[in-house]
């Protein structure tokens, strides 16, 4: 691909030393679609993908929803005590 789309873009990068903007080199190598669902279908069950974690290394991320600018700080409170609950329980399973 070289700097073909990086031209045709403007895709470019900043030299650190010399300030000067410079097209970046692109290639067209890297994981497919294919080898991403042959993963997907080898680690998945009826209810979702469940990566080992030798591919995903963080298992769980807790996000508290539902916060909004109406929010009370008790609300986000309760929220966020919730979130701590579930997380020393994921622990103690071992996740």
């Not at 109406?70 to 609950?85: A, I, M, W, Y």
Request: glycine fraction near 8%.
């Amino acid at each position: 691909l070289g700097q073909n789309f990086s031209k045709m873009f403007e895709i470019v990068f900043e030299d650190p030393e010399t300030n000067e903007k410079i097209f970046v080199h692109q290639n067209s190598w890297g994981l497919s679609t294919r080898s991403i669902g042959a993963m997907v279908l080898l680690h998945s069950d009826n209810t979702g993908l469940v990566l080992p974690p030798r591919v995903a290394a963080v298992q769980v991320i807790i996000i508290p929803c539902g916060i909004t600018v109406n929010s009370t700080e008790n609300e986000r409170k309760l929220l966020c005590d919730k979130c701590g609950e579930y997380e020393k329980k994921l622990m103690v399973a071992g996740i």
